[in-house]
């Protein structure tokens, strides 16, 4: 039985493997034809909990600009994982991707705080759902209320008739996909209307609003107020960050930083909008997750790909 088990985990964790690989290459052509894209990667629990050497492999060679554009979708979590399991295949994932969606009821109870900050949104499948059950309709509902109520994306897949497409939309879900989605424009718009799930992370040069000081997203001040500043030369400084909000942040930092400056906060990229009596305000050149914005901030960037990006836009 183990090794009938051990065989099962292999064979999952090479389709994670291949369909990983297909979706970069994929990624990659996307991305040369209309600059900006979105791709969900589904990937089984065991190959993040056990950490296959090959699926990790292949997650090193995603370029680094590429990590806002992809989402990795996490499912198979068997009943007997612990918490602890879960938060390990969770840190494993966030090492690959920025947005994690996971296939597991929001009411979980092994989904604690720290997990809950470590994912982007929770998934289900409607494909074996009875849409015209009652129970399956408040199930549905109450799904998408403590996605909302954590600062969740609520996202349902497998909606292969109207019925269950329609059930999940006034259930109030963020985003349903499936056979029976469709644009309900007559015609297809131009590959340039289109725009990504996430955003643009890096602004072209020149569109430097001056009115982005002001957010539009509620401020909380963050358990952990210490934070990294880098700068696009690789300067770090220490700093204290006192309110943050999911499109910005108020930085306390001796540094002179002038308005219209890029650089890095923890790891999210950002633009100094306004400057303060001890520091400086930011906008983050993508908006960010409330339930991750905390975790980016305290982990400084890795490698220089960011910052080339940063330097070009500066000069």
Sequence with gaps: ??????????????????LFAK????LHNALSDIKQATIIVPVHFQTLALRQPEFLEIAATLPLPYRRFVLLDLLGVPTAATNRDLLAALVTGRSISDRIVLQMSPADRRLDDAARRLIWGASTTLSDLDHEDPLVAGELKRFAQLCAEHGLTSVAYG?????????VVEADFDYVGGTAVASTNAAPRSHARFTPLFGD????????DRTAGVRDHARFAPLDPNST?????????ACRIPNVSASGAVVLCAIEAKVGDYLVVGSIPAQ??????????????EVQQRSAVEIA??????G???????RLLTT
């Design 304 to 310: 220089d790909k960011l910052l080339q990006s940063l």
């Design 1 to 18: 039985m183990c090794r009938e088990l051990d065989d099962l985990i292999d064979a999952l964790a090479n389709f994670d493997c291949v």
């Design 159 to 167: 909606a292969n008739t109207i019925g269950k497409a329609i059930a």
């Design 201 to 208: 992370v890096l602004p072209k040069p020149g569109s430097f």
């Design 297 to 302: 901030l305290l982990t400084p960037i890795e």
């Design 229 to 237: 500043v880098t700068l696009p030369n690789g300067e770090r400084h």
């Design 23 to 26: 979706s970069i290459e994929g």
């Design 272 to 285: 100094v909008v306004r400057l303060t009596d001890r520091g400086f305000a930011v906008r983050f050149l």
